[in-house]
């Protein structure tokens, strides 16, 4: 088969899994997992050997004529780089380690058919995103990944906390696929083709009329769909979705889908400096914000979905800088290692009963319980905290050496101030990293107190995918130097100063927490701490729902403890009531859009209740009333009538001879 044909079946496969699990579910339920984990993991094979094909060379491209528009053509595409051929064995890899994981952590679930297709056809719409060459055929994976993320993190409807995160999740992202949706069309208008390839062409030739208009509209789709600052919260609230759908999401999947979308078309948004600059400034609140949630969290879900979105403003911060080799990957690199944590949190919910890590933190002997989850965590946090020679590290510093390179000159790309804004920012960031990523490691493992529940080993299908994806995330970073034609033939290697700087940054984060961790944990002991749902034999899918609302039933939130022992809550004082609700963000939000529209809808309700029903229900009664009327004088006598006509006509006749006496007098 040729390449193309090859790279056409990728998203294919799963689409296919997909369609058949949802017919087959029901009458053979025996043939569900299979047709979950094998066409997935068919086409993780294949885009290994399209990568392989591509080999970081030319870009191949092939197209066919979707439908003619009458103006701007819709083509069947699709554009094969070093960067997408890389994205989609990431897609591919991960994917297919959640299928597998999920048929251990769904196992007796009643909805498992349908949730195990809706994951296969959220792995075929972000292929057709990666693969797609065609600005329209890439919004159709871009759309069908929002509407498989409403039902996949409103899986568990049952709680109240699963149906707000579904519909808040579809809702903030529709709010900025709205502007995006506008700036592909004003992009396509201006260029003359929603072809990749032409509208590279186009802006190379100076064919761009609009770009920072055209920059901020796209940006905003892209802040919605990759959770950056404004349109981040509801990044935090999806977690009440279940485990492996949060890998899915956070490491290869929606989020990252805005990302690869502006590393796909960075020559547009690096035509407008202005944009670049709004795109910096966005990732270093991201960055700095986030990390700021992520150490008041108490739900070790929540410490990594804010986590997520501090690794995506690095990400934001390479593009906005001008380098989408560093952007992608770190977005490679985080995919890894954040698949393993959110796995492995899974795991940890499980043997722990609870989601709460200040429940965790009263609870020994975890590590022990859960000795596959607690060392691929441990080196999945080391990645996060980018400590070498893990992959996070030679990923951070690509970002970080971009960074520099634009804030001291010696690229042009992006003004300067963009390189400033993300140089100090994620340095910054990096102090945060790892306070947070070693508080998680603290409270999870080293707690202190009667021993975990004993929920026997852990299946197989979920210990040996966190074993899968460690390898890269312990690996991957080494590559840097096999892999430069892959990344615009641009080097990965970290420099001196950034690498001393930032992992600096990172062991004075820890150390700190850890100091902090020795002085606090004497309070552990008060008050006593136990949103625990433990049940022994109840399978992870269980647990996880269950941990979910006794935790809030506990605490009154998902998101706090009222811990005097939690190590983040001593280092951020007087802050930490801020950041444990992500800075009042949603409650700004509130203020400022949902009450006003409810304020006008409730405005409207009014208007029409009482003026315009008011107009139509008296129309009605005064057709009403003269029915009424003239329905007295339909007797049915005829003499009743002869009386009337007689009486009218000698009404007409004397108003007849009136008026001619009248008008004969004038």
Known sequence: ???????????????????????????????????????????????????????????????????????????????????????????????????????????????????????????????????????MVLLVGWEVMGICSYFLVGHYWETPEARAASLKAFLVTKLGDVPFLIGLFALAVDTGTFRITGILAAVAHGGL????????????????????????????????????????????????????????????????????????????????????????????????????????????????????????????????????????????????????????????????RIPDAYWTMTVALLALAAIPPFAGFFSKEAVLVAAEHTAFGDRDVAPAAAGWTILVAGLAAAVLTAAYATRLWLLAFRGRGPQAPDHGRQPVAMTSVLWVLAAPTIAFGLTTGALTGWFDGHSLTPSLTTAVLSTGAGLAGGLVTYGTWRHTTALADRPPV?????????????????????????????????????PGRFLLGPLHRHAVTGFHLDALCTTLF???????????????????????????????????LIRRVQTGNVQTYLGALLAGTLVLAIAAVVFANVYAGA
Not at 534 to 560: K, N, Q, R, W
Request: glycine share 8%.
């Open 530 to 566: 136990g949103a625990v749902a433990a049940h022994p034999d109840a399978e992870p899918a269980l647990v996880e729902a269950e941990a979910i609302a006794s935790h809030t039933a506990a605490y009154g939130t998902i998101a706090d403890a009222p811990d005097p022992s939690d």
């Open 209 to 368: 009329d609009h770009p920072t208009l055209i920059a901020l509209l796209l940006l905003a789709g892209v802040a919605g769909k990759s959770a950056q600052f404004p349109l981040h919260t509801w990044l935090p609230d999806a977690m009440a979705g279940p485990t492996p759908v949060s890998a899915l999401i956070h490491a290869a999947t929606m989020v990252a889908a805005g990302i690869y979308f502006v590393a796909r078309l960075l020559p547009v948004f690096a035509a407008s400096g202005a944009a670049l600059v709004v795109l910096a400034v966005m990732a270093a609140v991201t960055m700095i914000g986030s990390g700021l949630a992520a150490l008041a969290q108490d739900d070790i879900k929540r410490v990594l979905a804010y986590s997520t979105i501090g690794q995506l403003g690095y990400m934001s911060g390479a593009l906005a800088v001008g380098d989408r080799g560093a952007a992608v990957f770190h977005l490679l690199s985080h995919g890894a290692f954040k698949a393993v944590l959110f796995l492995a949190a899974g795991v940890v919910i499980h043997a722990a009963g609870t989601n709460s890590l200040a429940a965790m933190s009263r609870m020994g002997g975890l590590a022990k």
């Open 1 to 135: 088969m040729t390449t193309t044909t090859l790279a056409a079946l990728v998203p294919l496969l799963p689409f296919l899994g997909a369609a058949a699990g949802l017919l087959l579910g029901r009458t053979a339920p025996g043939f569900v997992r299979p047709l979950a984990v094998l066409p997935t993991l068919a086409a993780a094979l294949l885009a290994v050997v399209v990568a392989v094909r591509q080999g970081g060379g030319r870009p191949v491209d092939a197209a066919t004529q979707l439908t003619p528009t009458g103006s701007v053509p819709i083509d069947l595409a699709l554009h094969l780089d070093g960067f997408a051929v890389l994205v989609a064995v990431l897609v591919g890899l991960v994917a297919t380690c959640v299928q597998i994981y999920s048929t251990a952590y769904l196992k007796n679930d009643a909805r498992y058919p349908s949730y195990a297709a809706l994951v296969s056809l959220f792995t075929s719409a972000m292929l057709l995103v990666v693969y797609s060459g065609d600005l």
């Open 594 to 628: 949902v009450r006003p529209v409810r304020a006008a809808a409730q405005l409207v309700r009014f208007l029409d209740r009482e003026v315009v029903d008011t107009y139509v229900h008296g129309s009605a009664s005064i057709a009403r009333g003269l029915g009424t």
